[in-house]
């Protein structure tokens, strides 16, 4: 965790489980895992990360922020295509290293069109070497439309 953090340190499991300050346990990396579902439907959209200033802008705004392992860089979820996620409820697991936030999206939540990350089912009782998935959603927008280089 990074020494700008607005968060204090987590204490005790004691505290950490059942007292009342936000004290978030980032991983190795300054990291936490979020799941963000609809506020609506319950469904899950994705899992993304936060480390603490994605944390604290999305607490701050509203808005939800993640940090992308694989850029290395801090998003405003809708920043390029423009489907963001308004959190209407946030919530911490009980040893403080995991998110929930309960969002309102805007068109979907997935870079590959789809409104939610989980669109695709893995069938139960078969052998795991030879699993087919079965699709369970379509696309609601164009990726492709969404996000094209918009500065020009």
């Known amino acids: 965790m990074s ?3 607005p968060f204090a340190a987590p204490g005790t499991n004691a505290a950490l489980e059942e007292g ?9 990396d300054g990291l936490v895992t979020c799941v963000a579902t609809d506020a609506a439907s319950g469904d899950v959209l ?43 409820e946030m919530r911490i697991d009980c040893d403080q290293d995991a998110v929930w936030i309960k969002v309102e999206q805007i068109v979907g939540a997935c870079h590959t069109g ?17 699993v087919t ?17 918009k500065s020009g």
């Open 3 to 5: 020494d700008n953090s």
């Open 114 to 130: 789809r409104r939610s990350c989980f669109y695709r089912a893995v069938p139960l009782g078969q052998n795991a070497g030879a």
């Open 20 to 28: 009342a300050t936000l004290t978030p346990k980032f991983d190795a």
């Open 46 to 88: 994705m899992v993304a990360h936060m480390n603490a200033e994605a944390l604290a802008k999305s607490i701050a705004t509203g808005e939800a922020w993640y940090y992308s392992r694989s850029r290395r860089a801090l998003w405003r979820k809708g920043e390029t295509s423009g489907h963001s996620q308004r959190v209407v």
């Open 133 to 149: 998935l079965e699709f369970r959603d379509e696309r609601v927008f164009d990726p492709k439309a969404a996000y094209r280089d």
